[in-house]
C-alpha cells in the first residue's frame, strides 16, 4: 500500500537499520511511537522525494529461548492503522475520491430502483431508502470537496516540510568518502 501510494523504493521498510541525516532528523515530524515509526519514516521520506537507500542484509533465527515481542495480528493492525492515516494525511485526495466513489456507488445502486418507480407512477412509496441514498450521495460530495480543499492544504505542508528539510546543510563530501572524523 505504501509503495503504491508514494512510490516503490524500498522492498521492506519495516526491518533494517535507519541511518537518518541531521537534515531528515530537523524535518521529521515525530508523531507516532513504537512500532509506527518505521512507517512514518518511511513515508516522510518517499513524500517529499528525499534520497533514500536500501542495503541487504542476512536473518539468521532467533536464538533458541529467546521470545519475540512482536505480535502479528496486533502489530499489523497498528501499522495498517497508521498507513491509512498517512495515506489521508499525505495523499487526501484518492483518500476522498476513493471514499466519495464508494458512498455514491451505494447511493446510486440504493436510489435507482426509487427513481425507476417514481418515473412510473409519480410515488416515492420507499421514502426511507430514498433519503438514505440523498444522504449518502450527499456525503459523496462532500467528501470529494474534502479532498479537493486537503489536497491544496498538503501542497502547502509539504512544500513547508521541504523547505525545512533544505534549510539543513547537506552532508559533505567528506561523509561519503569514507573519511568517518566528520
Not at 50 to 74: F, H, Q
Not at 147 to 170: H, N
Request: with cysteine.
Amino acid at each position: 500500500m505504501v509503495g503504491r501510494t508514494f512510490g516503490a523504493r524500498f522492498d521492506d521498510m519495516l526491518s533494517g537499520y535507519k541511518v537518518l541525516s541531521r537534515r531528515f532528523v530537523k524535518s521529521f515530524p515525530a508523531l507516532a511511537s513504537g512500532f509506527e515509526v518505521e512507517t512514518e519514516l518511511t513515508v516522510h521520506a518517499l513524500a517529499l522525494g528525499m534520497p533514500v537507500a536500501e542495503v541487504a542484509s542476512r536473518y539468521k533465527e532467533r536464538p533458541p529461548g529467546s521470545i519475540s515481542k512482536l505480535n502479528t495480528w496486533r502489530d499489523g493492525f497498528r501499522i495498517l492503522r497508521t498507513i491509512l492515516v498517512l495515506v489521508k494525511e499525505e495523499r487526501p485526495m484518492p483518500f476522498f475520491l476513493g471514499l466519495a466513489a464508494a458512498l455514491a456507488i451505494t447511493g446510486l445502486l440504493l436510489g435507482w430502483p426509487v427513481v425507476a418507480i417514481w418515473l412510473q407512477t409519480g410515488l416515492v412509496p420507499r421514502l426511507p431508502t430514498a433519503l438514505l441514498a440523498t444522504g449518502l450521495l450527499l456525503h459523496a460530495y462532500l467528501s470529494l470537496a474534502c479532498g479537493l480543499i486537503l489536497d491544496s492544504v498538503t501542497r502547502g505542508r509539504r512544500e513547508a516540510k521541504r523547505f525545512q528539510y533544505l534549510a539543513q546543510p547537506a552532508p559533505g563530501p567528506a561523509l561519503f568518502a569514507g573519511d568517518r572524523s566528520v
